[in-house]
């Protein structure tokens, strides 16, 4: 058992160690102030930027980039969780609704083009990977939206994805996700380009670092 003594500094070094974790993550980053223009973000790298200062952005004053007019049947849509997994998943809408939400700020940049800082809810691909029971924490996943002939892939590494770096929402700045914004669900990730922020998101698979085939 701790004595009262030890777990207050056991407390205490375990925050210590914490923020200085944090400080060291965020050794490259540009603090961003509350009121910056989004203007001035454009072309930027959000991999180099600390934005948990700046403000959510109205979302009238959100652009819109690529695929914009997909029209999802919630009847028909599933979300599929399947590759390096013991029991691969598929859920409806409401399923994904019913999973703990994970809500973050996240600041998206197509860059040249807009930039804007949306408040993100979702589900967290980490808690969907160990229900349907990860094989292996080492890896990347794919993911694609929306299905037919319009698919985009993209590809984040497990570490990242297993920090919450990488989640799929389907709120933003508190209401439903909208059909332009990728609607039912769409990847928020946070120091990537809105390029791979994947809309209408069907389907996540998981793979392994080296595929089977090419190990001698
Ligand atoms: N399925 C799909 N997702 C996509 C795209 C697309 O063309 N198809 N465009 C991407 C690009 S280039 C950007 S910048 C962001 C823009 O997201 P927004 O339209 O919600 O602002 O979506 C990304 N996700
Ligand atoms: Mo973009």
Same mark, same amino acid.
């Given at each position: 058992?701790?004595?009262?003594?030890?777990?207050? *500094?056991?407390? %205490?070094?375990?925050? =210590? @160690? +914490?923020?200085?974790?944090?400080?060291? $993550?965020?050794?490259?980053?540009?603090?961003?102030?509350?009121?910056?223009?989004?203007?001035?973000?454009?072309?930027?790298?959000?991999?180099?930027?600390?934005?948990?200062?700046?403000?959510?952005?109205?979302?009238?004053?959100?652009?819109?980039?690529?695929?914009?007019?997909?029209?999802?049947?919630?009847?028909?849509?599933?979300?599929?969780?399947?590759?390096?997994?013991?029991?691969?998943?598929?859920?409806?809408?409401?399923?994904?609704?019913? *999973?703990?939400? %994970?809500?973050?700020? =996240? @600041? +998206?940049?197509?860059?040249?083009?807009? $930039?804007?800082?949306?408040?993100?809810?979702?589900?967290?691909?980490?808690?969907?990977?160990?229900?349907?029971?990860?094989?292996?924490?080492?890896?990347?996943?794919?993911?694609?939206?929306?299905?037919?002939?319009?698919?985009?892939?993209?590809?984040?590494?497990?570490?990242?994805?297993?920090?919450?770096?990488?989640?799929?929402?389907?709120?933003?700045?508190?209401?439903?996700?909208?059909?332009?914004?990728?609607?039912?669900?769409?990847?928020?990730?946070?120091?990537?380009?809105?390029?791979?922020?994947?809309?209408?998101?069907?389907?996540?698979?998981?793979?392994?670092?080296?595929?089977?085939?090419?190990?001698?």
């Amino acid at each position: 058992m701790f004595s009262r003594r030890s777990f207050l *500094l056991y407390v %205490l070094g375990a925050h =210590v @160690l +914490l923020k200085m974790e944090t400080a060291w $993550a965020n050794v490259q980053q540009t603090i961003i102030p509350k009121g910056a223009r989004l203007e001035d973000l454009v072309n930027k790298n959000p991999a180099e930027l600390d934005t948990s200062d700046l403000d959510i952005t109205p979302i009238e004053n959100f652009g819109v980039m690529g695929l914009e007019d997909y029209e999802a049947s919630l009847e028909k849509w599933r979300l599929i969780v399947d590759g390096n997994v013991a029991e691969p998943l598929t859920l409806s809408y409401l399923e994904v609704m019913s *999973l703990s939400p %994970l809500e973050k700020t =996240v @600041l +998206l940049i197509c860059p040249g083009v807009f $930039a804007y800082n949306g408040l993100w809810k979702g589900v967290s691909i980490k808690e969907l990977l160990s229900k349907a029971r990860l094989k292996s924490d080492n890896g990347y996943v794919t993911i694609r939206g929306p299905e037919g002939n319009y698919e985009k892939v993209e590809k984040f590494s497990l570490p990242e994805v297993l920090k919450d770096q990488v989640f799929l929402a389907y709120e933003v700045n508190g209401v439903v996700l909208p059909k332009k914004h990728g609607f039912p669900l769409r990847v928020v990730a946070q120091n990537h380009y809105g390029s791979e922020w994947v809309k209408y998101v069907y389907r996540v698979t998981v793979h392994q670092e080296t595929p089977p085939e090419s190990r001698s």
